[in-house]
Structure formats: C-alpha cells, structure tokens
C-alpha cells in the first residue's frame, strides 16, 4: 500500500528544489547551496546524482571554476639568511607570535626514534621578516625533552604543556606530562626565564600528540595519546581559563584520536582526522602492525549548546583520512577571533583497512583523487569555508612534495591576495621510494594470503594482487627544513564576474598584441615575413658560378638560365647549396612556397647558373603585396641524439662527440628554431632536412652526437642522419675558425677601456630603453644602470627581471646595431662563451660559430666604444623563439634617479609579459588570441586528446586549464596569483633589487635549471639555487655596504673589499681604514 504521506513529500522536495533555482537565478549562490544539500538527505537515491551536479554548478559559481584563482595556490622558496637552524625534528611544539615563530623538543622520527631528541630542551625562535633563525637562551625550571607537546602565546609570553618523555637509564619508563611551563618573553633578553604555572583545580591526565588551540582568552585541549590509559586513544576535552589558570573538564568527543588537529571559530570547537584505536585483524596483513589507522571523522564542539555534532560536508570534495596534518585559521583582517577560513597541508594517511582495497576501492573512495592516495604521505592543501561547510583543494602552479609534521603561520594579506608559510615536514619523495619488502616479510604475507583465502576473505586469488592492494612499503621518510611562502586568493568563496580574469578577456583590440614588420633590410625581424638573409641584401662576393667552388658560393641566391629541361625555371632565383662531385653539378633549392611546400632540390651544371643581384627592399614590398603563400622559412624542428650521461654544452657534443659507452643510450632532445637565417644556414637547413617530415609549414632535422662508424654511414635506417650529423658539424667547426679572429679582435679593442675612461665617458648612469621588437602595442621598458656592470650580469640581473624573463634558462647574444649593412653583418656577437642551454645549437645558424665573452665586457665599455650619444645593441633571448630586443643607451644626469638606488634602478615600463617557450611571436598572439575570444581554443578530454574547437571564457573550467598549462606553468610566470602577463612596476623593481643581490650565475649550467624533484627542498625546482648575498663568502664578491652582487669595484689600496659606488666606499671607509692600511703595512 502506498504511503499517504508520499506525495505530500514529493511536493515540498519540489518546492524546494524550485528555491533552489531562483536563489540560484537571483545570484544568492550560498543560499542555493543550502537548499540543495538540504535536499540529499530527503531525496530518493535515484535523485542523487541531479542533486550532486547541481551542488557542484553552485560550488563553481561561489568559488570558480577548476584552474581558477580561487582553486590554486602558488608556493615560492622562502630562503634563509641565517647558516644557523634548529635540529631536524618532528613532533615537536610550535606557536607563532607577532612576527617570530617558536619552536620547541621533538624527535628524530625519520630514524624511526619516538624517543625525545637529547636536544629537544631547545627553543629556537625564526624571525619572518629578516628569515633567520637564532638559538633563544633560557634559564630556570625548563620542561625538559618531550615530544608530542603544544606551545600557545599568551600576553607576550609562552606557554607549553604535555608531550612525552622516557626514561633511557635503567628500565625504559615513559612520563606524560602535565605540568603547564610558562617562558618569560616579556623580560629582558639574551636569557629567557621558564617557570612552572600553578594551576586550580584538576588537571587532565598527561598526554602527547593531542590537539589544542587557543580561543578567546582561553586554551582548549582534546583527546591524544597516553598508553598508560585503557585503549592508549583518548577522547576528553579540557579547557584551560586564561584569566585564572583554571582547568575545566569538558564533554568527551564521540572517537579516540590523535595526531589530529582542531582550531575554533563560529563559538565552536572543529576537530578533524587524527588516529584511532581499532583491534586488529589478523586475517589482513596490512593491518599486522597497525592499530591506530587514520580517519576521517569531522566534528564540532558547541562550546554554548556544550554539544557534539558530525560536520556536513558539501560538494565532493572532502579531507579523507588523515592524520599529522597541519591547520592554520585564515582572517579576513588582522585581530578577527572568526577565521573565514581553513587551510590544511600536507599530513599522512595510515593505510590500515578492514579489506584490501582494490584500485576501484580507491576510485570509489578517493575520487580523482586516488592516485594521490596511492602514497601514505600527503600534498594536498585545502580549504575550508567556515560558513558554507564546502572544501576545495588548492592545486599548486608548480608541481610539490608530499610532507606531514609540517608548520604554518600568516604572513600577510595585500593586494587580494593572503600570503602564509609553510614549513619544514618529512614525507618521501614518490620517484625515489622504496617498496622492496625483505624475504621473511614476503613470506609471512605470503602465509597470511593463502590463510585469508581458506577462511573466506574477500582477497585477490594472486598474490602479487594481494600485496599491491595491502599498499605495504618500506616507506623511508625524509626530513626537511626549508620554509615556503605560499599564496592563496583573499576573496575565498566571494566570486564574482569581475576580477583581473575578466578584465582580460575583454582587453579591447587596440591592447592586444601583433606581430609587426618593418620591411627593412636591417628590421631584426624581418625573417618574420620573407625567406631571406642580411647577406641577400649586399652585393655578392663573387661574380660566377664555376665548377667545385662550395666554400664562396654554399647558400648564394642564384638564378637558373638555360635550363633546358626545365625551361619553366629559367629566371628563377634559388639557393646554391652542396657541390655534388658524382655528377659535376651543383645542388639548388627553390624558395618553398616556390616548390610548392616540397623540400627537394635540382643538380644544375654550373654553366646554367648565374650570381643573382642584390635584393631591394622594392623587390621584397613586391613579393609580399603579390602572392599570398606564407614567405618565410619554416620553423625547423632539430632531434640531437645525445648521451643520457651527456652534460656538455650541446654544440661540444656536435663537433667533438665522446663514444657512447657499452650499455650506454642515448636521449634524443628536441626544440625549435624561428629565428633568422645566414644565407650558409639557409643551405645547410635544406640540406639536412628530413624529406620525409618536412614541409613550408616545420621541417625537421635530425643529428646524432656520437662518433660514427663504417657501418652506420652503410645503414640504411642511420645513413641520412649520419651525413646530416657530419655536415652540420663541419659547418659548425667552419663558422668557428671563421668567427674566432673577429671575436679575439673585438675582445682586445674592448680591454683597451679602462675604468677611468669608462667613468669620463658615461658618467654615473647610463639610461637604457629596451624594447621587444616587431610586437604592437609596445612591450617596454626603462632603467638606469651603472657602467661598469658587464654584459653578463645586465642579462642576467636586469634585463631579465625587468622583460619578466627567466635568467640561466635559455642562450642569449648581444651585438652594436648600424646602419651600414656591412657594418651590421660583421657586428661582433657578445654572449656566454658556453651555454648548457638547449637552444645555443641554433647558435651557428645566425650568431655564429662564437661569441666575444660578456663576462669581460661591461655595458660601459661597449657604450665608450663608440664616439656618439646614443647608442642602439640589439639583445637576443631565447635562440630558439628568438625575442629580439632593440636597446637604445645615453648618459643620464642621474636627476630622476632616487637617492637610495644602487647599480641598477627601473624607472617604468608598458606593456604585457610573454611566457618563456611560447613558440615565439606567432603563437605568442595566437596565445593571447585564444584567451581573449579571438580565435577557438582546443578542448581535450581527460588524457589531453582534443575532441573540440571553440571559443571559452574565464567561467570555463577549459579556459583557466589553458592559461595555467600555457602561461601559468612557464618558469617565469610561477612568483605570484593575479595576472602573471601583466607588467607590474612594484613587483619588477622588488625582482631587480633581489637579482643585483644575488651572484651572476655561471654560464654553461644552464641544463641544470630545468624542473627536478627533490625532497630536500620540496618542490619541483631548479637545481641550480639562486644564492642569496648572504651565503656569498669572498667579500669582494658583494657591496660592503648594500650587498649588492654586480658593478662592483675593489679597493684600489688593499683589493680586499669591494663596493658598488664611491658613495658606498666613502661610507664604509671609517669602518674599513683600518684594515686597509694593516693589509698595505703587510705587503711591503
């Protein structure tokens, strides 16, 4: 019989449900969420997943799509300046108050030691500001070494209570504490005092590994560990008033727990995860040694109603089970007792379970989620909203490492966006953990396996199943001590259609970027439109075509003329390449868009060719106004085959290759040339070409570093990259015989300047315009900068913070600019002279075979060289994507220049930022295009196949995958939440300041500042760490007075210090008289 009261029922789900949508419909998101998770308890399962998708519409409405800035969180190192550092330990004591973290005891847990640390009597203190940790003298009655504990700050002073000791002489015995130690901070230093605190009433029993935060003048704490209780777990909850030192039971929680954490707002108590008591099961080998598995269990303490009451959690996101995690309460504005908000890091997972737990287990339970759940260590850092009960996790901009026992404080919140650490934790590192289990375990599991299936259990009938499903390990942790400042957006579950996203996307057309083209001979980006070199515009060096001649004529336009067979090419221009000694003729290529995208070429006997004349810049407007085919040489897609061992400069490994050893492979590294082309390059790129890959639109080639033998140049499979490999090395050895005299030339002209002649003619400044060209609007900038730093350390420490460029990361080359052609194509080069950068085998292709060493060559010697005002280089980052930069350097009356600037100031600037390896100036716009609704986007499934076209917005989930992949995951767009595209002046000139006091860093280690993993520092990061000044030992590496790194000046009477103006020397001169004069005494 059906029930009356059904339909009845069914009308006010209805009802509802209708509240829901027009609460949704009216923009009241947080109501909407209300009324439909209201409705999942009262639902029909079938009306579950309705209910579900649109409890998830909502959640994407408050806090915005996937990718947004509302769901990711961008992790920086926070490096120290100070050599000193506590001991690493793990669960220990910290607190943060004011601008000073504290922490105090712990033990060695990553060499399996629960025991306190002989140095866990030790309280050190990390000031955030000055990043420095110092060692705090105490004195007087000290809680001595424990584990396990808590400090709170209190009125300027500190206080600890409970934790762990045991006994190591004689018969090992444990105390748990339960005295309440108060250090005096409020007193006068360099010793803090610690005094027992008298306490009133009954106090709880000692414990480690509880929970307890401070709220409202008063310090609650909840449940922990104490083995010498029934069960080990505890779940009371004690509160301890502020005002009177007096402890007051409160209603126990409804599990025991510990290692879990709790933090109050609303008037209540939250707890969350932790470890519980449960028996074991011998049936099931991975519970064996574990009895304290991690939970999930979320509740709440009414600390008005004094009541318990499980947490409703909203959306499919949850914390799952979890246990040493950390918690830090985020406020809207400094000196709210409410948190608005929750972050949780990190933690571990026990993975004890009553069953095996198959991968569809973990699907079913985890989610998306579950390969993250694969390790019991954990990388997630989530959020909680404190008003609508909605998790959601906070995905990294650049991938991390799993870590528990961590710690976190606030840092700041400005701008939109709230700055906290994180710091120090143990965890593995998921690429180097070991699961290798030893025989008698694998025995036992194996005995243990056959016993479950005769009982009955639900287990695998194979055993390697079986193990795989218990997820057992020799799971070996890792210690860590760095510090990370982590960003998170302020506006947490307040979003709206507005924000930097959409002002964006609606960028009208007049700010969106295009590539642009001065039709000059001279224009550094006039290869962007036309198939041409410099050397084409100049008259050429011989005036005919004879037999055998390839060193004068390789890559000299030519024009066909009696041609008899070919009759249709006769007049037309080509590009004379090898001499071909088997049929007496020569090889020529036609321009592609000439051959129809193909990539041959015709034998021609050198009577049928003529030296074709000088090109004219009419000729080119003419070949561009005309046709409409693409005119330009196709990008070029090299393969090297090289060494996996192999950390030499690519171009080492091209023309000196070492044999590859027995056993050894080889690893093939690909990248892209879009730069322009010598009229030899132009040859030798058509010649070595894949025909089979190639066409008008990339052509590929491919080179093996390695020595050949007879029988590679006879394979058939490796005969053609075999001949490529030795042209293209010959060539390369070709243009460095050629270029050594003129660089060695340049090289001693420059050393003729000397610092005093440098100072007459620049002065104190020298003001520098950099300009990214053939870009529209302008991308710019302007700084001034002293004259005596090099050329390296411009690259390195300005000009690449001030284009939001990454430094040591790609090849880069200067050259003085004229506008005499030949003047122009006989410009020295200036660069590294070796580069582990990828990209620096495009070197010979344009730049030459070598460069004059920017190390010894300052910005003030290249501007003296040359008797005029003005002076304009052209700069090259990037010799893949080739970023061409016009630079324009005057002396500067230093007017306008604040008084406390050092080497190096940034006056302003225009313009967007561009991501490094954004394919160059093409797909740079097409990139901004996408982003901007101007041209579709690719839409991928789940394992990046694209199934779609078409244009999106920043309320799609697919729009902010593209701009994180695209622009947010590139090493130079990763410092910070926000618009990383856009140029923001503060944010340049604190890069500057930072760069200028941080080492040059060494050419030729440029492969190492690629993306590693390593625990040590727990993020996926550069392996070639900036040093801060700090750690800098040789004092005439750095200013005296500023730090400052570059455009540095010894003293000329003792050589011992340096500085980086005379101001700064006449200033430190009192300081340093008289070591300078007991150093001259010594040397007599």
């Known amino acids: 019989m059906m029930d009356p009261s059904r339909p009845k029922k069914q009308a006010m789900l209805s009802m509802r449900w209708e509240k829901a949508a027009a609460a949704m419909r009216e923009g009241n998101h947080k109501e909407a969420l209300r009324l439909y998770h209201s409705l999942l308890a009262d639902s029909p399962q079938s009306d579950t997943a309705m209910i579900n998708e649109a409890i998830e519409g909502v959640i994407d409405e408050i806090y915005g799509p996937k990718g947004s800035d509302e769901s990711i969180c961008v992790w920086k190192h926070y490096p120290l300046l100070s050599k000193s550092k506590p001991p690493g330990l793990q669960f220990r004591a910290t607190c943060q108050m004011g601008d000073k973290i504290y922490v105090h005891g712990g033990c060695d847990f990553c060499e399996n030691d629960i025991l306190p640390s002989s140095d866990g009597d030790e309280v050190w203190e990390f000031n955030i500001t000055k990043r420095q940790w110092r060692h705090i003298k105490t004195a007087g009655k000290s809680p001595g070494p424990r584990t396990g504990h808590s400090m709170f700050p209190w009125k300027g002073d500190l206080y600890l209570w409970g934790g762990m000791m045991e006994e190591r002489s004689g018969t090992p015995r444990r105390y748990y504490f339960t005295k309440l130690y108060k250090l005096n901070m409020t007193g006068k230093g360099p010793v803090y005092k610690w005094e027992v605190v008298k306490t009133r009433s009954q106090e709880p029993i000692g414990r480690e590994e509880y929970a307890g935060v401070l709220y409202k003048g008063k310090y609650y704490v909840h449940a922990g560990n104490n083995p010498n209780v029934e069960g080990s777990a505890l779940k009371d909850t004690w509160v301890l008033n502020l005002s009177n030192f007096k402890w007051s039971p409160l209603k126990d929680g409804p599990v025991t727990r510990h290692c879990h954490c709790m933090w109050a707002g609303n008037n209540k108590l939250y707890v969350l995860g932790g470890r519980t008591d449960i028996p074991q099961d011998p049936a099931n080998f991975s519970l064996m040694n574990v009895s304290n598995p991690s939970i999930e269990d979320f509740v709440s303490f009414d600390l008005g109603t004094k009541t318990w009451k499980y947490e409703d959690l909203v959306g499919k996101y949850r914390p799952h089970d979890l246990s040493e995690f950390t918690v830090l309460p985020l406020y809207n504005k400094d000196g709210d007792d409410e948190p608005s908000s929750v972050v949780i890091w990190g933690g571990y997972r026990d993975p004890g379970r009553p069953k095996t737990m198959t991968l569809a287990d973990m699907k079913a339970k985890f989610g998306e989620e579950h390969e993250e759940f694969r390790l019991p260590y954990k990388k997630r850092l989530l959020r909680f909203d404190m008003k609508t009960n909605v998790w959601k996790p906070l995905k990294p901009t650049s991938p991390i490492l799993p870590k528990a026992q961590s710690f976190m404080c606030r840092l700041k919140s400005e701008n939109g966006i709230t700055h906290f650490l994180i710091a120090e934790g143990y965890g593995v590192d998921p690429d180097h953990d070991t699961r290798d289990l030893s025989e008698r375990t694998r025995a036992e599991a194996h005995r243990l396996h056959q016993d479950a299936i005769a009982l009955g259990h639900q287990v695998p009938a194979d055993f390697e199943s079986y193990m795989n499903g218990q997820q057992l390990s020799n799971h070996k942790p890792q210690y860590s001590n760095k510090v990370y400042e982590v960003l998170v957006t302020e506006s947490f579950g307040e979003r709206r259609e507005a924000g930097w996203s959409w002002n964006f996307f609606k960028l009208s057309a007049d700010k969106l970027p295009g590539v642009e083209t001065v039709l000059h001979p001279a224009s550094p980006t006039l290869h962007n439109v036309v198939d041409l070199s410099l050397d084409d515009f100049l008259q050429p060096q011989c005036d005919l075509v004879v037999a055998d001649d390839q060193n004068n004529l390789f890559g000299v336009r030519v024009k066909f003329d009696g041609l008899k067979g070919r009759q249709d090419l006769n ?185 005093s002649m440098v100072d007459e003619v620049c002065g104190k400044w020298l003001k520098v315009v950099v300009k990214l060209d053939g870009i529209h609007p302008p991308i710019r900038r302007e700084f001034v900068v002293r ?168 309320s799609s989930e697919h729009w902010w995958g593209y701009f994180n992949t695209e622009v947010r995951n590139k090493p130079n767009m990763q410092r910070s939440l926000g618009n990383p595209l856009e140029f923001n002046l503060d944010l340049a000139r604190i890069d500057v300041e930072a760069a200028i006091r941080r080492p040059t860093q060494k050419s030729g280690r440029e492969n190492q500042n690629v993306h590693s993993m390593d625990f040590r520092t727990g993020l996926i990061h550069e392996k070639d760490k900036k040093v801060s000044a700090s750690q800098v030992k040789d004092a005439t590496k750095l200013c005296a007075v500023c730090g400052v790194t570059v455009a540095l000046r010894k003293c000329s009477s003792c050589k011992s210090v340096a500085y980086c103006s005379r101001e700064h020397q006449v200033e430190h001169w009192k300081e340093h008289k008289s070591i300078c004069k007991a150093i001259q005494k010594s040397k007599k």
């Open 571 to 755: 007049g037309e221009v080509g590009r004379c390449g090898r001499w071909l000694n088997k049929t007496g003729r020569y090889e020529v290529f036609l321009p592609l868009y000439e051959n129809g995208g193909k990539l041959g070429s015709i034998s021609v006997k050198p009577e049928n060719l003529l030296i074709a004349d000088a090109v004219t810049t009419l000729e080119v407007e003419e070949l561009l106004t005309y046709t409409s085919s693409d005119k330009r040489f196709p990008p070029t897609l090299i393969n090297l085959a090289r060494t996996s061992e192999s950390d030499r400069p690519p171009l080492d490994d091209i023309i000196d290759p070492i044999p590859i050893a027995r056993g050894g492979g080889v690893v093939p590294i690909f990248d892209t040339y879009r730069g322009p082309l010598s009229k030899e390059a132009h040859a030798l790129l058509r010649t070595i070409a894949n025909p089979e890959i190639g066409n008008d639109k990339m052509i590929a080639c491919s080179l093996l570093a390695q020595k050949f033998s007879d029988e590679d140049r006879r394979n058939p499979n490796t005969k053609k990259m075999t001949e490529s490999s030795i042209f293209f090395s010959q060539f390369v050895r070709d243009r460095k015989a050629k270029d050594s005299v003129r660089v060695a030339s340049f090289e001693a002209s420059m050393a003729k300047f000397s610092d």
């Open 787 to 954: 004259p005596a730093m090099t050329l390296r350390a411009l690259h390195d420490q300005v000009l690449c913070p001030v284009m939001g460029w990454k430094s040591n990361y790609h090849c880069y080359a200067y050259r003085k600019v004229f506008d005499d052609l030949q003047k122009l194509k006989d410009s020295c080069w200036i660069g590294p002279r070796t580069s582990t950068a990828l990209d620096s085998m495009f070197m010979p292709l344009y730049v030459g075979g070598c460069v004059a060493n920017d190390k010894q060559i300052s910005i003030g010697q290249l501007y003296a060289s040359e008797q005029s005002d003005n002076l304009t280089v052209q700069w090259v980052h990037d010799f893949g994507d080739w970023y061409s930069h016009s630079i324009d350097i005057s002396r500067c009356d230093g007017k306008k220049v604040p008084s406390n600037a050092h080497v190096a100031y940034l006056m302003g600037g225009e313009g967007l930022n561009i991501p490094e390896d954004a394919g160059g100036l093409f797909l740079y716009e097409q990139l901004i295009g996408k982003l901007t609704h101007r041209f579709p986007m690719e839409i991928s499934d789940e394992n990046d196949n694209c199934v779609s076209r078409d244009f999106t917005d920043p």
